[in-house]
């Protein structure tokens, strides 16, 4: 038993990608916090704990620029110049109804960004982590407690308690439960989810191909669901790679998984062609299932939800990640504002701002990642019809193919100061 | 109406009806769903104008750590301490008074729950004239339009403002929109307030505060109007909007 309890101005239930972030951007703005992590930081850190990589909009770009995370990403960051949507069936080349995302073509909206213009970037989730520990141990006012598990809080009229599973106490006005999709604070608070599972898995690995992708993200819609293939950095050695994200139907997934290396090669080129040239498997393959949740609350007493465990979505538009960062704007901004004018971060009226804010934006793309999904994910004719004629539709009216590229930019809504590149 | 200090009795703005009425209210006070909803909306607004206006006087940076550290605050008709903690969190020594001893009670133990160190006092300001006290700020927030005097109150608040000091006044002003939307919506259309919280006859123009605030040599140099938006449940301050109820900054020099 440790005795070194805690009382700190937000305490944080989760070290993962949202936690930190969150612990980051609150205690540059000079907030005391405590982030429970229950991970070991060499663990979390290690290859094999996390194989994904994430898309990264510009707006979450100005986010993580903005609390000092992304100077620790650094080089390892792919940028995205080109997004190339197609329609297809396995064997056959692409439809060449595709739709075609250029950054030129909004690179006059966005005005300089620093590391040139770019639509996103592609960064491995374990790249990210490492960032933000190392920008967590810079920051004087965030406690990292790793590893170190939350067994459970007691919300009371004024104030919180967080108890760890070694039996310290962290003390806060308020809770927030980045603890991910299966979130006990979230289970405990009794707040019901909406959820469906898709039929459907992600299967994720890193690829190594013989030409150079020219940061171009391709994502070819096959019956079976997206199949992504995002730009990553290339290797020391020089050897371009790329993030695989292929989407199965759960059955065929299992003969995918047992596949050898070599014939689950053969696979991918035979869906993506050879506009990358020879494709190899580097590493292991994950496989994650798919679904969709959505929690009916994201605040409750002294208690706020952030990222996965407020909200899972289809991987279709990669905006998961995105996503949670604009949670984390949002809430950064709303507790420093409230900060600032010495309100009781954890009381209701600072809480329902932040849910009032998030709701639209959460629901709108569950909806949008939910149809598309559902709009793509099959073989009818008739459908594939109009969803080509539609592509090649958007392709051609310049300001609705603007809207949508300013939507996967994280640049549409009301966006959080963080994420328009300003400080909190 | 006179401000004649000497002929004034300690306890003369005190209206015993309206005391009562707020005993009625006092759990109510931290309920942000409760008969205080339109007050915890309006808190942000207020508190963030009380800031940079105290911030502004004192060379202090509002967006700073405690940035009214070290100031002395008299919260005049503090109720259950909705503003008093805020500006006990943002550093400042704060003094909160009230008549109603049910409000005083509740506002010493939500202090007392949130580890705050507030002075709370069951007095009127017209004691603590007695006392010979001064702050650097004097608030006077949606309290006039409760006593019953007026002229008395507002020269009792203005003589506890310190030199330099300044005094922050809230409260709505006499125009039939502010009877229509503070009277009738609030209290009988929408139910924010109780029925007979308000009395439209007391509301106060701006000019008449600032004449009863003159004599006592306090200068009023800012009045900004608290419009509501139904949609957003949001106030805002609005220079042009003066019409229902309003924000107040003078100084003494």
Redesign the interface.
Known sequence: MVSDNLTVEVAIAGGGLAGLTLGCALAGA?LEVAVVDAEAPATALDEPFDGRASAIALGSQRLLRGIGVWRHVGADAAPIHDIRVSDGRVGEAASRLFLHYDVEEVAGELGPEPGGPAMGWIVENRVTRRALHRRAAELPTLRHLAPARVEGAERG???AVMTLADGRRVTAPLVVACDGRNSPLRQAAGIPMTRWDYPQDGIVATLIHALDHEGVAHEHFLPSGPFAVLPLTDLPDGRHRSSLVWTERREVADGVMRLDDAAFSREIERRFGDSLGRIEVAGRRWRYPLGLQLAQRTIDRRLALVGDAAHVIHPIAGQGFNLGLRDIGALAEVLV????????LG???VL?RYQRWRRFDNLALVAVTDGLNRLFSNDLGSLRLARDLGLAAVNRAAPLKRLFMRHAMGLVGELPRLCRGEPL | MTTTRERQKTHATVDPAEVEKFSALAEDWWDPEGRSRALHRLNPVRLAYIRDRACRRFGRNPLAERPLAGLSVLDVGCGGGLVTEPLARLGARVTGLDATPAAIAVAEAHAGAQDLEIEYRQATAAELVAEGRAFDLVLALEIVEHVAEPAVFLADCAALVAPGGGLALSTFNRTGKAFLLGVVAAEYLLRWVPQGTHDWRRFLRPSEVAGALRPEGLTVRDVQGLVYNPLTEAWRLSRGDLDVSYLLWAERD
Do not use: K
């Not at chain 1, 504002?337 to 009781?344: H, K």
């Open positions: 000079g009229e004024s104030r504002d409230a900060r600032r004018l010495g309100l009781d009381s209701a009226p329902e």
